[in-house]
C-alpha cells in the first residue's frame, strides 16, 4: 500500500452521553443536559447548551447547584450500561464502511479509508453520518486525513466550525487551505498534547498547529521523545501511527468505585470487593487472559482529618495463574482482611488483576492441567449464562443481595436495551 495516499478517517460521537440520554428522551433536545459521574459527583458530559455557560469538564456538581437553578441544567447519572451497548451498535454500523477498522474508544472510532479514494470521501463521509443517525439516533462528525493526527484534526474542524456540515477531509484541500486552518487551531487542540504539554510549547514559541508543523524534528525529538517526532511527521502527511485493528491486550485490569455511603464494616467491603472481582475476571476471560496476582485496596476519603485517614492494598500471588471468578475472589478477600481496620469510615474499595498472560501461553502446573480446566469450563458456563440472560444472573454469595454500599446514581435513565423490564412502552 503507498502510505502516501492514504486516507484515515476517525469518526466521534457528538457529546456521547448526553447524546445517548437524548435518543430515548426527546424532550432533551435543545435543552442544557450534564451526565454525572460516580456517585454523582462531576460533570463528565456536557451538551452544548451547558458548555455554553462556561461548564467545564470535570466541574463538581454541588458547584453548579445555582446555575442549574437558574438555566434549568438538567443532571442524569452515568448509566454506563446503556451507553456501552449504543457504542457497539454505533461500532458495528461503522465496521460495514471498511473492512480495516480500530475502535479507540467508548465514542470513537479510525476507519481506514485507502481503498474508497475513488470515492468523494465528503459524501461517503455524510453517508456515515446518515447511517449512524437513522439507525440510533446519535450524532456524529467525520474527520478525514492522510494519517491518524490529520484525521483527528480534521475532525476537530468538523464538530466546530458549521460549514464542514460535520464531515471535513483535509485531503481534499490545497496546502495553502489547510495551513489556514492549521494556524487557527491552538496547540493545547492538538491530538496527544493536552494542558501539562501546550504551556511547554508556548514557552518555545509555538503556539498553533501550525507553528508545531514547522518546528525541526531532530530538536524536537532530543528535547520531548519520539512520540513527538511522530506527531510533527504526521502533521506533515507521513504516517507513523498504524492502525490498531484488534486491541492490544491489557497488561493490568482495575476495577473500583466509591461508596455510595462511608462504610465501616468488613462484611459490606467483602460484598463490594467480591464484586469488583468479578467484573475484573469478566473482563480478564473476555481478552484470553490469566493472572498472576491480584491486589486489593481500600481507603477512605481524602478531605478527611488525617487522624481519620487511611489507605492500605495487599498483593496476593497467585499459583498457578488463574481466571476463575471463585479463586481471584477467595485471594481478594483473604487480602482485604489482611489490611481491613476497624475503626474507620472507607470510601472506596477496588482490585487489580496483574501478572497477565496468554491463556495459551500460561505457566501450567507441573501436575497436569486438569484442575485448571475444570475451572475454566465452569466459568465458560457461568459467562454464557451471564450473557444470555443478564448481567450477574450467576454470581458468588459473597457479593451480597442488599449492597446498600453501591454508589449514589440518583437520577440514571432505564437500561432501554439491555432489559426487558426496562423497555420503552409505547401506549396509546
Known amino acids: 500500500m503507498d502510505t502516501n495516499n492514504r486516507s484515515i478517517a476517525l469518526i466521534d460521537v457528538n457529546n456521547f452521553y448526553v447524546s445517548c440520554e437524548r435518543v430515548f428522551n426527546p424532550q432533551l433536545e435543545d435543552r442544557p443536559v450534564v451526565v454525572l459521574s460516580n456517585n454523582d459527583g462531576c460533570a463528565v458530559a456536557r451538551s452544548n447548551e451547558v458548555k455554553a455557560l462556561g461548564v467545564k469538564m470535570g466541574q463538581p456538581w454541588f458547584q453548579l447547584k445555582d446555575l442549574a437553578r437558574k438555566h434549568g441544567i438538567i443532571a442524569y447519572s452515568s448509566n454506563y450500561t446503556l451507553y456501552a451497548d449504543m457504542s457497539n451498535r454505533v461500532m458495528s454500523i461503522l465496521a460495514m464502511f471498511s473492512p480495516n477498522q480500530e475502535i479507540y474508544s467508548i465514542d470513537e472510532c479510525f476507519l481506514d479509508l485507502t481503498g474508497f479514494r475513488t470515492r468523494n470521501l465528503t459524501l461517503y463521509g455524510q453517508l456515515i453520518r446518515q447511517r449512524i443517525k437513522q439507525w440510533t439516533g446519535l450524532p456524529v462528525c ?88 511522530k506527531m510533527i511527521r504526521e502533521l506533515n502527511g507521513t504516517p507513523c501511527i498504524e492502525l490498531e485493528e484488534v486491541s492490544p491486550a491489557k497488561k493490568e485490569i482495575v476495577s473500583s468505585r466509591s461508596f455510595g455511603i462511608k462504610v465501616t464494616d468488613l462484611a459490606s467491603l467483602e460484598e463490594a470487593v467480591s464484586l469488583y472481582t468479578r467484573h475484573a475476571a469478566e473482563k480478564l476471560r473476555r481478552q484470553n487472559s490469566y493472572a498472576g496476582a491480584i491486589t486489593v485496596f481500600i481507603n477512605t476519603s481524602r478531605f478527611n482529618k488525617p487522624e481519620e485517614n487511611y489507605a492500605n492494598a495487599f498483593r496476593v500471588s497467585l499459583s498457578p495463574q488463574t481466571a476463575s471468578t471463585i479463586v481471584l475472589t477467595k485471594a481478594a478477600i483473604w487480602g482485604l482482611r489482611k489490611i481491613y481496620r476497624r475503626r474507620y469510615q472507607y470510601q472506596k474499595a477496588g482490585v487489580m488483576l496483574s501478572g497477565l498472560v496468554d491463556a495459551q501461553t500460561r505457566q501450567t502446573d507441573l501436575f497436569g492441567l486438569s484442575p485448571i480446566s475444570k475451572k475454566t469450563e465452569v466459568m465458560s458456563v457461568i459467562d454464557t449464562i451471564n450473557v444470555r440472560i443478564g448481567r450477574g444472573t450467576i454470581r458468588l454469595a459473597s457479593e451480597g443481595i442488599t449492597k446498600n454500599w453501591l454508589m449514589r446514581r440518583s437520577n440514571k435513565s432505564q437500561n432501554y436495551t439491555t432489559d426487558w423490564e426496562e423497555l420503552i412502552c409505547v401506549t396509546k
Open 142 to 229: 467525520v474527520g478525514i486525513g492522510a494519517t491518524k493526527t490529520l484525521s483527528k484534526l480534521a475532525n476537530h474542524l468538523a464538530k466546530k466550525q458549521p460549514q464542514f456540515n460535520g464531515v471535513c477531509d483535509l485531503s481534499s484541500m490545497t496546502s495553502f487551505q489547510q495551513e489556514e486552518w492549521f494556524e487557527r487551531i491552538e496547540i493545547g487542540e492538538l491530538w496527544g498534547i493536552g494542558r501539562k504539554l501546550a504551556p511547554k510549547l508556548n514557552a518555545m514559541n509555538i503556539f498553533t498547529v501550525s507553528d508545531l508543523k514547522q518546528a525541526s524534528i531532530p530538536s524536537m525529538r532530543s528535547r520531548f521523545s519520539v512520540v513527538m517526532e
